[in-house]
Every structure is written in C-alpha cells, then in structure tokens.
C-alpha cells in the first residue's frame, strides 16, 4: 500500500488547552471553577465532535433568494447547516444567556466568554453574530430604554432555541466604515410620530438576524457623528417579509464564508430611536466594546485551534527519521506560537474580568479606564497576532496546509478579518490614544505593567516582563512630551499600540 498521511484530529478541547486551564484555575475560585467546568468540558467535548462537521460542511455557502418563482421579490437567506446546528447549540449552552444571567456575578463574562471560546473555531465565525447580540443587550441596556429591554432583551439572552434572537450591527456606509460621522442614512419622521430609515448599509453581518441596531441622521441634524443617532429596527414582519428592506447582494469575501454579508438598502423601515435624536456614536459605543472584546476572544480561539492540530499534526508526521515534534527547530516554532496565543489569551481575559466587573457594579473606579485603555488594545493586538500565527500554522501542515479540502486555510482567512471589522488596527491605536487621553488612564496602564512584572516568579522571565513594563513607561513618557504634536502622535500610534 502507498503512504497515506493521517490527518490531524481533535481531543477535548476544554481539557487539552494547558493555558485555558491555567487561567481558568487563576481568575476562578475553586468553588466557581468547580461549579461552571461541566459545562466547559461538555463545550470542549461538542467543539471537537463538530469539528469534522465543519470540515464536510466547508464548501456550503449562504444563499440569497431575491424573487420567487412568480416574480415576487422575496430577499431570502438560506443559512448553511452547520450554522444551523450552531444556533441552536450556542442557544441551549446559553453563550451569550450565561453573561446576563450572572450566576456568578462579575465572573460569569469568564465563564460565557470561555464558552465563545471554546465553541467559536468549529463553526466558522458564528461568534459573529453572538457577539453583536451580546453587544445589543449591553447597548440597549446601557440605554435605560426600558420599552426596548423589556422587548428584546429577553431573546437576545434566551437559551430556548424558539425563542433567542440575534442582532445585527449596521454601522458601515459607502461613504465609509471607519468615519461612521460620514454617514447618508437619513431618519424621516412620519405624520402618525414614528422614524423611517432610508439610506444604504454598506455591510450588514448576520443579514438573518431578528433586530438590530444602526444609525441614522434624523432631517435637520448636522452633519458628523454627533448628527447620528441610534435607532432600533425589527426587520422583518410577523410573516417573515422585510419591512421596506432591499437585501441587494451578499459580499463575496475572502473568508467569514458561513457569515451572510449583505449589502442592504432602507427605503423607509420603521425604527425606534433608541435613546437621545443625537449622539448615537456614543450610544452604540457600548455595543462596541463588547463585540470588540469577543473579537479579541475569537482571534484567541483561531490561534489556539490552529497550534491544536498542528501539534497534533506534528505528533503524527514524520521527516528526516522522527516525528516533527521531536525536530528541535519544529517543536521551537510551534512553542513560539504557542507563546504568542497565552500571551494573547491572558490579555483578553483580563479584559473579560475587568468587563465582568464593571458590568457586575462592582469595578474599582481606577479600573474603567484601563479598561477603556485595554479594550482596543486588545482587539487589534490579538488580531494581527491570530493573522501571524495561522500563517505560521499554515506553514507547519507544509503543502497541506495550502490545500482546502484539509480545513487548515479557513483558519488563515478569517484570522484576517478581525483586523478589520470593529474597528482597524489603525482606527483602534488612534482609540487608544484617545482613551489614554482620559485623565488616570496612562498611570493606570503603567501600573498594570509593572504589577505584572512584579507577579513574574522565575528570574530570566522577569527581566524580560520588567524590560516590557519599562517599554510601557516609556512609551507614555514618550506621549506626553508629544502630545501637543498631533501629527506625529498619531503617525505613531499603531508603533505605540502594537
Ligand atoms: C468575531 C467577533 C467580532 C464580531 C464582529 C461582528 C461583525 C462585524 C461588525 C462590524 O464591523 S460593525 C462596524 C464596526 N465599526 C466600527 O468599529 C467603527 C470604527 N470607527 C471608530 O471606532 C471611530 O473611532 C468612531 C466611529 C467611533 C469615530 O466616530 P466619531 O463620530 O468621530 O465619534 P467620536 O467623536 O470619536 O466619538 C463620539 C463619542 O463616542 C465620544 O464621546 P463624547 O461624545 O462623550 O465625547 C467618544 O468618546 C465616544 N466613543 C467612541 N468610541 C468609544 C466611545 N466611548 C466608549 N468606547 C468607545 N470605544
Ligand atoms: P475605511 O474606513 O475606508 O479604511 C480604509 C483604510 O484606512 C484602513 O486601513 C483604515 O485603517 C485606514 N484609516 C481610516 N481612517 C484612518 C485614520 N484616521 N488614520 C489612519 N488610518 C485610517 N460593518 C457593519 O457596520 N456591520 C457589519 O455587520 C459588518 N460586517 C462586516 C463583515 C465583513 C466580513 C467585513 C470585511 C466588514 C464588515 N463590516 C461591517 C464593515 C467593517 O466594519 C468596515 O469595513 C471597517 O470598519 C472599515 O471601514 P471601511 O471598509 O470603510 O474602510
């Protein structure tokens, strides 16, 4: 018989991640550590099992219908199946429910967030659209609207299949994505005192989804961001058909092939301001965060599905008289990687627990801005590392790595996006700036550094966590001797952030 390779597989994902577990035992006490592993383990269990699912399912797309046979103009979506399982599992396992229903007060955003984790990489980016459900709930809670919480909040957190919503986010215009201040989508109050919309969204993620939230610039406004303002909408009517919507294409992209990406155009949907008829960047700035955070949770679960089964990979593929994971060079690269990803995994979850805790009313008050601070920086840090690192993984499979039907190029091309939605790592370092421009926040992210450094026990990895804290004093410094030179501070910021 000729050579044939056996392909990589997967072990329990919630058991085989030393890091997760690690962190896990480090934020959790013991006894909620004890109470909410049954549920991680199961997800790990259920995100390997979907894992070769994920594989047959790899070549089907989602479909848009725009007319029936009769000549009607219908603008359906047909999702693909192995999205259809995952609505229904992320439901039951309540990956979104688990944050709002606090069960372990400010630590339940760890608990829900190492859910999305766990489940995210073998269902090809559903995190996108739970992440702007999560980020809807937060946005209309933040509102205080309290006739649209009662409304939506509900299904946005249910864990009942029949019952949960998604939401969709429709920032991005032609006029562009980055400056949402340019924004066309104009609100037009009718003669009974309702809004319609009527503009054009440029990108619309999760075309399926049962509400969302969006901006638009009531007649009369100024022009701006500050001109927006937010405004919710229900799609589609009881019967299923779209409230004067034109579904007019669904983008064909480089990855995220699971996700419908329409491009859609209002010609009149009904909309409910959701809170003031102005300051909606502010408004939706909530709902920015947190998809922001489940970015950065998402990047994490690329990297680490990606150095799974190339580890994997490499116990079972043999070169030059042994197994690749006895090469001392391979075994040295896929450390590295490994060492970028835990790096990646600690900032992000301390952005969970910071999240947690703020949203839980129990954040020390020195500690919002640092998590202002660390928000975007923790989006696009993680996001260009999950671009670099399922390069290299690409790499590690050799020619299989560049073949499609192995799985292991999907990870490469939806690590790609989350440098650029929600925000660019461009568009974030300059957020970060801004957010260190609050006064406390430069002092608090140099503390944070140097308490890290001080926590580092073996002396060689001191000096390098004390020489990074010191960077961080420095590039602070380095701020506030420029501030007053706009154009050089933000010629530097992506340096500065990354
Ligand atoms: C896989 C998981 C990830 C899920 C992915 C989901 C699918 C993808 C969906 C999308 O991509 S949705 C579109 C996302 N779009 C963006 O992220 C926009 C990127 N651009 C920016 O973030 C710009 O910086 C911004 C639009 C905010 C600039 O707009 P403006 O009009 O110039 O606003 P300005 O003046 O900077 O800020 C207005 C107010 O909002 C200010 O407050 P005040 O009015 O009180 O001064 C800001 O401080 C506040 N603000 C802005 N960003 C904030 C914020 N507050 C808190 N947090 C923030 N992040
Ligand atoms: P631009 O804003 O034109 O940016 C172009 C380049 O200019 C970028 O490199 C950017 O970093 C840089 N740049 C811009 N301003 C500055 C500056 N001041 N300084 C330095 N550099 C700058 N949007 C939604 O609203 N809802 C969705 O559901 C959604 N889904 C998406 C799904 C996918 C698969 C993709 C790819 C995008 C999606 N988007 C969505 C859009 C996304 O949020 C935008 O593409 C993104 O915010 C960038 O906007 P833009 O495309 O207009 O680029």
Request: proline share 6%; with cysteine.
């Amino acid at each position: 018989m000729p050579f044939t390779q056996t392909p990589p597989a997967l072990a329990n994902q919630y058991d085989d991640d030393r890091a997760l577990l690690s962190l896990l035992a480090r934020l959790l006490p013991p006894g909620v550590l004890a109470a909410v592993e049954p549920s991680l383990r199961e997800m790990g269990r259920v995100s390997a099992e979907l894992y070769p699912a994920q594989l047959a399912d790899r070549a089907s797309e989602p479909t848009l219908t725009q007319w029936d046979a009769w000549g009607n103009r219908v603008d359906r979506i047909e999702l693909t199946p192995l999205w259809r399982q995952a609505e229904r599992i992320t439901a039951e396992h309540g990956v979104v429910a688990v944050a709002y229903e606090r069960a372990h007060g400010a630590l339940s955003r760890i608990h829900q967030f190492a859910l999305a984790y766990l489940f995210t990489p073998s269902t090809d980016i559903y995190s996108c659209p739970l992440a702007m459900t999560d980020g809807a709930a937060r946005a209309l809670l933040a509102s205080g609207n309290e006739e649209l919480i009662a409304r939506a909040v509900p299904h946005l957190t249910s864990r009942d299949p029949a019952a949960v919503w998604t939401s969709g986010q429709w920032m991005t215009e032609t006029t562009g994505g980055s400056d949402v201040g340019r924004s066309e989508t104009v609100a037009r109050r009718d003669a009974d005192g309702g809004w319609r919309l009527h503009g054009r969204k440029w990108f619309t993620s999760a075309a399926t989804s049962q509400m969302a939230l969006t901006l638009a610039r009531p007649e009369g406004n100024p022009p701006g961001g500050a001109g927006l303002a937010l405004f919710y909408l229900e799609p589609r009517d009881a019967n299923g058909r779209l409230r004067n919507i034109r579904i007019d294409r669904l983008k064909e992209k480089l990855g995220t092939k699971k996700l419908p990406t329409a491009e859609l155009t209002l010609d009149g949907v009904p909309a409910i301001p959701v809170g003031a008829l102005s300051g909606g960047v502010r408004s939706i700035a909530p709902m920015l965060n947190v998809t922001r955070t489940w970015n950065a949770v998402s990047a994490c679960a690329l990297m680490r599905r990606g150095i799974a089964l190339a580890r994997d990979y490499a116990a079972r593929r043999e070169a030059f008289g042994t197994r690749l994971i006895h090469q001392p060079l391979h075994a040295d690269t896929l450390a590295g990687l490994q060492a970028e990803f835990e790096g990646a995994l600690h900032l992000t979850f301390r952005v969970a627990e910071l999240l947690g805790r703020d949203e839980a009313g129990v954040m020390e008050e020195g500690d919002r801005p640092l998590l202002r601070v660390l928000t975007p920086l923790a989006k696009l840090t993680t996001a260009r590392q999950s671009v670099s690192v399922t390069s290299e993984v690409v790499e590690a499979f050799g020619g299989a790595g560049y073949v499609e039907d192995t799985g292991i190029p999907m990870l490469l091309r939806d690590a790609q996006v989350l440098t650029i939605w929600e925000g660019t790592t461009n568009v974030l370092a300059l957020d970060t700036l801004r957010a260190l421009s609050s006064p406390g926040a430069p002092e608090r992210l140099a503390a944070e550094a140097a308490s890290l450094a001080a926590a580092v026990r073996d002396p060689s990895l001191r000096a390098v966590a004390e020489s990074a804290s010191s960077a961080i004093h420095g590039a602070m410094a380095w701020l506030g001797a420029n501030v007053a030179d706009r154009v050089m501070v933000e010629a530097g910021a992506r340096r500065f952030a990354l």
